[in-house]
Every structure is written in structure tokens, then in C-alpha cells.
Nanobody, 115 residues
Framework: QVQFVESGGDLVQPGGSLGLSCVAS????????MGWYRQAPGKQRELVAS???????NYLDSVKGRFTIARDNAKKTVYLQMNNLEPEDTAVYYC?????????WGQGTQVTVSS
């Protein structure tokens, strides 16, 4: 059974930083592309960043230069370092395979950017 457990979300002031982690199980992690997604209230879930099995990365335009995705295959973990956070980054953040596997969504982790 595929499972993702996200952590690291918090309340942070604008301009602050947070690091998210996601531990995967039930998949051959080193073979799959992974993504971080987010869903803000009243909006559809969107892809924030992706990383291929070969560690090639891609980012949503609005987070380029501020967010960094990385992976540790030995730990079956994908990370998202978020710097210079903006109120518009407020959302529940999820990880999943990229493209996402329906039914494999975890609980997510809440990121709130507010003064």
C-alpha cells in the first residue's frame, strides 16, 4: 500500500522559511518521480515542485527562486525547503508521485504565512 506522511508545516511570518519532509512507503522510491503539491482554501490542488528519479527539478513559476525540492532515496524521503514565504503560499502541502496517484494522498501538512 502506497503511503506518504508529510511533516514540517507551521505558522510563519512573511519572509520566513520552513522545511517540509515527506516519507514514502509501499513504492520503489528511487524509481519514481516525486512532487510537492498544495491546496489553498477554495482552490484546486496544484503542483508546486517536482523531482525526477534522476533528480531533475521543476517548479511552479510563483515559487521559482524561493523553494527547493530535494530527495534522499536511502531514506525514501522528499524535502521542500521554502524561503521568503508569502501569504499566498498559505495552503495544505502534500507529496505524491508525479503525476499523482489517486488514492495515495496523505493528510498533508498545513503551512500558514501570516503576520
Amino acid at each position: 500500500q502506497v503511503q506518504f506522511v508529510e511533516s514540517g508545516g507551521d505558522l510563519v511570518q512573511p519572509g520566513g522559511s520552513l522545511g517540509l519532509s515527506c516519507v514514502a512507503s509501499g513504492i520503489t522510491f528511487w524509481l519514481v518521480n516525486m512532487g510537492w503539491y498544495r491546496q489553498a482554501p477554495g482552490k484546486q490542488r496544484e503542483l508546486v515542485a517536482s523531482i525526477t528519479s534522476g533528480s531533475r527539478t521543476n517548479y511552479l513559476d510563483s515559487v521559482k527562486g524561493r523553494f527547493t525540492i530535494a530527495r534522499d532515496n536511502a531514506k525514501k524521503t522528499v524535502y521542500l525547503q521554502m524561503n521568503n514565504l508569502e501569504p499566498e503560499d498559505t495552503a495544505v502541502y502534500y507529496c505524491n508521485i508525479y503525476p499523482p496517484r489517486t488514492g495515495a494522498w496523505g493528510q498533508g501538512t498545513q503551512v500558514t504565512v501570516s503576520s
